[in-house]
């Protein structure tokens, strides 16, 4: 089951259960949409992983089964980072 990470993990901003700008690489990374696709240009820097909007629980599931309120801040190095992304953005996430 996915945490629902409360915060973009690189500038930090809420991304509560119902946002709608939350994006998740494979091992749940959590990053705001701005971050993930201008910033690391859909290349996760933790896994080099791509990308995907992250899901919004129900409203009717969410009482038992929370969203996490343990925050991940980490914010990255853009130096390694843009490394990273130009490594791996023009690779299929398939073929990564």
């Known amino acids: 089951m996915l945490e629902i ?5 690189h500038c930090n901003k809420d991304l509560p259960n119902t946002s709608t700008e939350a994006m998740i690489c494979s091992f749940e990374c959590t990053y705001c949409k701005n971050c993930a696709i201008e910033i690391f240009e859909n290349v996760c820097p933790t896994c080099a992983g791509n990308f995907v909007e992250r899901p919004i629980r129900p409203s009717k599931m969410i009482e038992k089964y929370p969203a996490s309120i343990k925050q991940v801040y980490k914010p990255k190095n853009l130096k390694s980072t843009k490394m990273n992304s130009n490594q791996f953005k023009k690779i299929h996430p398939s073929k990564r």
């Not at 990470?5 to 993990?9: G, I, K």
Request: hydrophobic letters at 0%.
């Open 5 to 9: 990470r409360p915060n973009c993990e």
